[in-house]
């Protein structure tokens, strides 16, 4: 028979504890040093412009009528516009916008209202100009940084005789094409065009053609940032963007009425003003210089001075305004109503006038584009 050893069944317990004052040590550190740990993440210094991903601000709009006028998109706002009828010139009707001439008029206008690009469609191919903006190829995979972005972009600073920087005429993806029975896509999606724009945004832009906002439509994709390190990256100071408050935010109401035959939005307190007539929309702001459209669209309202109508979104609603006669009329929830003033609490979009007498809407009426 074997000798008993004492030794082994001595080893099988400080094995265990020894791992167990190992284990509370290990316990005894962390609480211990558990807010500096924290601290110390804190202190890691955040990532270097040149390695910020590309995803600060991600937009969309829909445009339409460009098959029948150029419309103009400034990047920096969002807003996107057609030519007042007094700016037209003879020998720009019928031509596609990348073949125009531009008159003194017409680039104080697009300067001005601080328009970054042109675009028309004929429904296969789109026109696209820009407008003192630094612009590089289409990317053909999606950027991995701003720095990336802006290395893309043109270095070369062009003279100011040089303002229109680019001119192109380009066959787009074509979606939403419902009931045409063509092919879904028309050409090779590309991941934007990278650019940076005369205030010094620093973005990509991206379009496509869509039938499911009225034929022929131009859904406009972009990203754009401001922030404080862009000019590092594209070498272009940031300017701030004039924007008229009454485009540019709505936190409280808006009121609409008829004077000088001519509907009139503008919100309380202020000398800020909107004006419909027959054939322009002129947004009147103290202090600065009117903005003049044909048709003006940001992403609260859509503007239609041809049509005399006016839309407003607000969450997940819309509403129609127009002037009949001089009263002004509001169409909302499937109903319609009159008075000479209408009040649109904003951004729920509501109307709480107990005076407003609803009717029915008598027709569908076609669905209004953003």
């Known amino acids: ?70 419309v103009f998109i400034d990047i920096d706002t969002g807003r996107w516009m057609t030519l007042p009828a007094s700016l037209l010139a003879q020998e720009n009707k019928g031509q596609s916008i990348e073949h125009w001439s531009f008159s003194e008029p017409l680039k104080h206008w697009i300067q001005h209202s601080g328009i ?29 940084s701003e720095a990336e ?30 009931g045409r029975g063509q092919p879904i896509v028309k050409a090779a999606i590309r991941y934007g065009t990278p650019f940076v724009t005369r205030e010094g945004g620093l973005g990509t832009f991206n379009f496509h053609l869509t039938d499911l906002w009225g034929v022929n439509s131009i859904q406009f994709d972009y990203q754009l940032t401001r922030r404080p390190h862009v000019p590092q990256l594209t070498g272009q100071q940031v300017f701030a963007v004039y924007e008229p408050q009454i485009l540019s935010s709505m936190a409280t109401f808006l009121i609409a009425d008829v004077s000088d035959h001519k509907l009139c939005l503008r919100t309380p307190g202020s000398s800020n003003q909107i004006e419909i007539s027959a054939d322009e929309v002129v947004v009147r702001e103290s202090g600065h210089p009117e903005l003049r459209a044909a048709r003006l669209h940001t992403g609260t309202l859509g503007i239609d001075a041809p049509t005399g109508s006016v ?13 009949v006669g001089d009263h002004v009329q509001v169409e909302f929830k499937k109903r319609v109503a009159e008075s000479d003033e209408i009040i649109l609490w904003m951004p729920e979009l509501e109307i709480h006038d107990r005076r407003l007498k609803w009717e029915p809407v008598k027709a569908e009426l076609p669905r209004k584009p953003h």
Request: a positive charge; proline letters at 8%.
């Open 1 to 70: 028979m074997p000798a008993f050893d004492r030794s082994r069944p001595r080893d099988r317990l400080v094995k265990p504890m020894v791992f167990t004052i190992l284990a509370g040590v290990a316990v005894f550190v962390l609480l211990e040093r558990g807010p500096n740990l924290a601290a110390d993440r804190d202190k890691i210094p955040a990532p270097p412009a040149h390695s910020r991903p590309f995803d600060d601000v991600r937009s969309q709009r829909m445009i339409t009528g460009a098959q029948q006028e150029p």
């Open 116 to 144: 970054d690009l042109g675009m028309q469609t004929d429904g296969n191919n789109v026109s696209v100009v820009g407008f003192d903006l630094r612009v590089g190829d289409q990317l053909t995979e999606p950027p991995r």
């Open 149 to 178: 972005v802006a290395q893309k972009v043109s270095n070369v600073r062009l003279a100011g005789a040089e303002w229109i920087t680019l001119r192109r005429s380009e066959v787009p993806v074509h979606v939403g094409q419902v």
């Open 311 to 323: 839309t407003v979104n607000g969450r997940g609603k819309s509403a129609t305004l127009r002037r």
